[in-house]
């Protein structure tokens, strides 16, 4: 979310409260799945479809919030790239970042198309709700698609990509009113954005809500799960959790490394120097919440405000690497579990969702897990069913994916601000060599 706009926070005893008792229900709902046979009756029902409903209940609330929560974070994200700062470090910047989330997402869907996670743990036949678009359209036909001739019809049928485009003008139209010098427009504009504002926290507050059911949600998707696919699912899980570690490293080594040989910086000090911020977004899991610390590190590599004051607070809204390498590998997880074939073209959709979710992610804990069933629904597969159980799984081990993503977004953002500022010969090299 903007830097203007920053959520209330919860207590951060109650959030690692509440990540304890998720872990716990992951662990005791595999467990308990894994020990008790497939057709354990309690009366005339069988243990597993009296638990069934109680994880679709938690993945039927976060689909609630799934469009209205999409809709406000990208207004209130879109329209926090001011037009006024948006000259040539603003447009340097912009075009870094979509560079970069284009290449974060081949990484995701090429790490999981080598590693193939989710594969043999067959949940195909847990559930006839798995749909699947029989005909997939061309490329050309799914750019089209995006604008919306409708897009309130959009909205009621929750078409994702057409929410998304309309959104983003949307928010941009609302930057410029914003910054408007009629002060009639500046000021309804400014009404409009905290209309929007207001609707972005409450959103957040339900999500709040949503997670206290969490462990329930989670306990009851993991049993099912472990219950119908034992072992197989526990080394699903820990090939999906290696193979998006392994894309986050990837990209480090060599995207962000060659980034810095590119402009003739040392890789090794970034590195050295941007660490503070990694491991604080590592354990915050919050690009808004490390902004702080990202900005003193950019302070301590030689970056002058004027590029990181706004280079950062945008990124923190608008790139997130880590998140779209997720998008893309988990995406793959649940077709491979589900047994859904996936066509080329629903590989370009995956790609366009996942760079338009970005920018509608907002830097807060476990924004991204509901940005995937946005990718999923995209791609015409719908949340119910065994592909409600493989996501389920994803949500139980999502604070360890979102260490993960959190550390990239924010490794992102900062090796932008060096590239914007080595490249508009404003590094001071003496303070990035000390
Ligand atoms: N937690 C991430 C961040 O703050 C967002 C996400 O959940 O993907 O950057």
């Not at 709902?29 to 057709?39: D, E, F, H, K, T």
């Not at 472990?226 to 699912?233: E, H, L, P, R, V």
């Not at 490390?290 to 923190?316: D, H, R």
């Amino acid at each position: 979310m903007s830097s203007t706009a920053k959520h209330q926070k919860a207590p951060n005893n109650a959030n690692s409260k509440l990540l304890v008792r998720i872990i716990i229900a992951l662990v005791l709902g595999s467990a308990l799945g894994m020990i008790l046979p497939q057709n354990f009756m309690i009366g005339d029902m069988s243990l597993v479809s009296i638990i069934t409903p109680f994880g679709d209940l938690f993945v039927r609330l976060l689909k609630m919030i799934m469009v209205p929560i999409i809709i406000c974070s990208l207004i209130i994200g879109s329209s926090s790239i001011s037009p006024d700062k948006l000259g040539r470090v603003g447009g340097k910047a912009i075009l870094f970042y979509a560079i970069t989330t284009l290449i974060s997402i081949a990484l995701g869907l090429a790490c999981a198309s080598i590693f193939s996670p989710g594969l043999g743990l067959d949940l195909s036949d847990a559930s006839k709700a798995v749909e699947k678009a029989a005909n997939a359209p061309s490329m050309g036909q799914i750019l089209l698609n995006i604008i919306p001739t409708n897009p309130f019809d959009s909205i009621a049928k929750g078409d994702i990509l057409p929410i998304i485009a309309f959104c983003l003008f949307f928010g941009i139209g609302l930057a410029y009113c914003r910054a408007s010098e009629d002060e009639r427009i500046k000021n309804s504009a400014n009404t409009v954005y905290s209309f929007f504002d207001g609707m972005s926290e409450i959103m957040f507050k339900i999500v709040r809500w949503v997670m206290l059911y969490a462990p329930i949600g989670v306990f009851a998707l993991m049993f099912v799960v472990f219950n119908k696919s034992g072992a197989a699912a526990f080394s699903s899980l820990l090939n999906v959790t290696v193979t998006y570690f392994l894309g986050l490293i990837v990209m480090i080594l060599v995207v962000y490394s060659a980034v810095c040989m590119l402009i003739g910086l040392s890789p090794l000090t970034f590195l050295k120097k941007v660490r503070p911020a990694m491991l604080t977004a590592f354990v915050t899991r919050s690009s808004n919440g490390t902004l702080p610390i990202t900005m003193q590190c950019a302070e301590n590599m030689g970056i002058p405000k004027s590029v990181y004051g706004f280079v950062l607070p945008v990124g923190a809204t608008v790139n997130m690497n880590g998140t779209t390498i997720y998008l893309g590998v988990c995406t793959l997880f649940i077709a491979n579990a589900c047994g859904i074939p996936l066509t080329g073209s629903d590989y370009f959709t995956i790609v366009i969702t996942s760079m338009l979710a970005a920018i509608g992610t907002a830097g807060v804990p476990g924004a991204g897990a509901l940005m995937l069933l946005l990718v999923l629904e995209s791609v015409g597969i719908k949340v119910s069913g065994s592909v409600a159980i493989a996501y389920g799984m994803i949500l139980g081990i999502d604070s360890i994916l979102d260490m993960g993503r959190t550390w990239m977004n924010v490794t992102g953002d900062a090796v932008a601000s060096v590239y914007v500022a080595k490249t508009e010969k404003e590094l001071d090299i003496e303070q990035w060599n000390s």
